[in-house]
Nanobody, 122 residues
Framework: QVQLVESGGGLVQAGGSLRLSCAAS????????MGWFRQAPGKEREFVAA????????FYRDSVKGRFTISRDNAKNTVYLQMNSLKPEDTAIYYC???????????????WGQGTQVTVSS
């Protein structure tokens, strides 16, 4: 079992930055692949970024490439999402999730946090 708690969301102007954190419980955090997903009002939840064991294996949706960076600190049981050059279309609830599979398909993520709201004003 893994419990995930996100933090770091908030209100920011377009062009600004936020860093989301996801703290995981349990001693097996390092064995899980981690992902960030988001859900805007009236839209389906979508993949944002994922990291396998290290920064050498990271994946991003096209619209955030070059602006967002996912990272993890296994010693702190934490995964991060650094978001720069934010746009109003990035507004959503952001969720972190854990999977034992090599996938970015949210259907195969086993554990989810409660989400943190990110609002980008124009």
């Amino acid at each position: 079992q893994v419990q995930l708690v996100e933090s770091g969301g908030g209100l920011v102007q377009a062009g600004g930055s936020l860093r989301l954190s996801c703290a995981a419980s349990g001693r097996t955090f390092s064995t899980y692949r981690m992902g960030w997903f988001r859900q805007a009002p009236g839209k389906e939840r979508e993949f944002v970024a994922a990291i396998w064991w290290s920064a050498s294996n990271t994946f991003y949706r096209d619209s955030v490439k070059g602006r967002f960076t996912i990272s993890r600190d296994n010693a702190k049981n934490t995964v991060y999402l650094q978001m720069n050059s934010l746009k109003p279309e990035d507004t959503a609830i952001y969720y972190c999730a854990a999977t034992s599979r090599a996938t970015i398909d949210l259907r195969y993520y086993d554990y989810w946090g409660q989400g943190t709201q990110v609002t980008v004003s124009s």
